[in-house]
C-alpha cells in the first residue's frame, strides 16, 4: 500500500506565503508524475502544478509566476511554495502521486486527504 498526505496549509493574509509538503510512503519501486491540484467551494478540482520525475514542470495559468513546484525524489516528497497569494487560491490543496509499485508494475494513482489553505482579503 502507499501512503500519500500533505501538510503545511493555513489561513494567510492576501499578498502572503505559504509552502506545502507532500510526502508518498510504503510500497514504492518509483515515482512519475507528482501534482497538486486544488478544489474550491462549488467547484471542480482543478490542475495546480506538476513536476515529472526529470523535473519537467506545468502550471496552471493562474498560478505561473506566483508558486513553484519542486520534488527531493530521494524522499519521495513534493513541494508547492506559494506566494503572492490570493483569495482566488483559497481551497482544499491535493496531493497526487503516480507510484510504480514493482518492476514492470502498471502506475497507479495515489492521492492524499488534502489541506486547506484559505487566503483572507
Known amino acids: 500500500q502507499v501512503q500519500v498526505v500533505e501538510s503545511g496549509g493555513g489561513l494567510v493574509q492576501a499578498g502572503g506565503s505559504l509552502r506545502l509538503s507532500c510526502a508518498a510512503s510504503g510500497s514504492i519501486f518509483a515515482i512519475n508524475v507528482m501534482g497538486w491540484y486544488r478544489q474550491a467551494p462549488g467547484k471542480q478540482r482543478e490542475l495546480v502544478a506538476q513536476?515529472?520525475?526529470?523535473?519537467?514542470?506545468n502550471y496552471a495559468d493562474s498560478v505561473k509566476g506566483r508558486f513553484t513546484i519542486s520534488r527531493d525524489n530521494a524522499k519521495n516528497t513534493l513541494y508547492l511554495q506559494m506566494n503572492s497569494l490570493e483569495p482566488e487560491d483559497t481551497a482544499v490543496y491535493y496531493c497526487?502521486?503516480?507510484?510504480?509499485?514493482?518492476?514492470?508494475?502498471?502506475?497507479?494513482?495515489?492521492w492524499g486527504q488534502g489541506t486547506q489553505v484559505t487566503v483572507s482579503s
Open positions: 497526487n502521486v503516480v507510484v510504480y509499485r514493482a518492476v514492470g508494475a502498471p502506475p497507479n494513482d495515489y
Open positions: 513536476i515529472t520525475g526529470g523535473g519537467t514542470t
